[in-house]
């Protein structure tokens, strides 16, 4: 794992207070993933900070609090496993964002996939990817991946579930970009 050195890391003095924050960034609209991975229970987490960071190589990224339940799968994990949520997809979402449940056993729908990574059944679309680096960022870490493989849902009209003002959303397409 990669740790910011102190003296790179911003000037906390300068930053805006916790509240302030939290507001500013319910403003910001998100698709809503399940980042899972294997182990003993597998572990899975509901997860907005999911984003493509570059073409060459191909690299994404999430974040993860490290007190999260899943944290101590996900550091040791050689394979994850992104799911964008379908946009009826709110009880999965809500499944894996609740705390001190099996996950896995409530949701029911997945399979083993690429070392044991769990994979699950009826998402927007999933992306398997090999973990590249770890790195700590105050009290989360940012997991850096390159995709492997991924599938997609066949219709193409079909949309994402949405995270914005600390509620689940659906978007909707414009009518010019759905196929007829």
Same mark, same amino acid.
């Given at each position: 794992?990669t740790v910011?050195p102190?003296h790179h890391?911003?000037?906390?003095s300068l930053a805006?207070?916790?509240?302030l924050?939290?507001?500013l960034?319910?403003?910001h609209?998100?698709?809503v993933v399940?980042?899972?991975?294997?182990g003993e229970?597998?572990?899975?987490f509901?997860?907005?900070s999911?984003?493509?960071?570059s073409l060459e190589p191909p690299?994404?990224?999430?974040?993860?609090a490290d007190a999260a339940s899943?944290?101590?799968?996900v550091?040791r994990?050689?394979?994850?496993?992104?799911?964008?949520l379908h946009?009826?997809q709110? !009880?999965?979402?809500?499944?894996f =964002?609740?705390r001190?449940i099996?996950?896995? #056993?409530t949701h029911?729908?997945w *399979? /083993?996939?690429?070392?044991?990574?769990p994979?699950?059944?009826?998402?927007?679309?999933?992306?398997?990817?090999r973990v590249?680096?770890?790195v700590r960022?105050?009290?989360h870490?940012?997991?850096l991946?390159?995709?492997?493989?991924?599938?997609?849902h066949?219709?193409?009209?079909? !949309?994402?579930l949405v995270?914005? =003002?600390?509620e689940?959303?659906?978007?909707? #397409?414009?009518?010019a970009?759905? *196929? /007829?």
């Amino acid at each position: 794992m990669t740790v910011i050195p102190r003296h790179h890391a911003p000037d906390s003095s300068l930053a805006i207070d916790g509240d302030l924050f939290k507001t500013l960034l319910r403003r910001h609209a998100a698709a809503v993933v399940v980042v899972t991975a294997a182990g003993e229970p597998p572990a899975g987490f509901t997860a907005t900070s999911f984003t493509s960071v570059s073409l060459e190589p191909p690299l994404v990224s999430f974040c993860l609090a490290d007190a999260a339940s899943a944290a101590r799968a996900v550091a040791r994990a050689a394979t994850v496993a992104v799911h964008v949520l379908h946009r009826d997809q709110e !009880t999965v979402a809500r499944t894996f =964002a609740t705390r001190g449940i099996d996950r896995f #056993a409530t949701h029911g729908a997945w *399979t /083993p996939g690429p070392d044991g990574v769990p994979l699950l059944d009826g998402v927007l679309a999933r992306i398997i990817c090999r973990v590249a680096r770890r790195v700590r960022a105050g009290d989360h870490t940012i997991v850096l991946a390159t995709p492997i493989s991924g599938d997609s849902h066949a219709d193409p009209a079909a !949309t994402p579930l949405v995270y914005h =003002a600390g509620e689940y959303g659906r978007f909707h #397409a414009p009518e010019a970009s759905r *196929t /007829p």
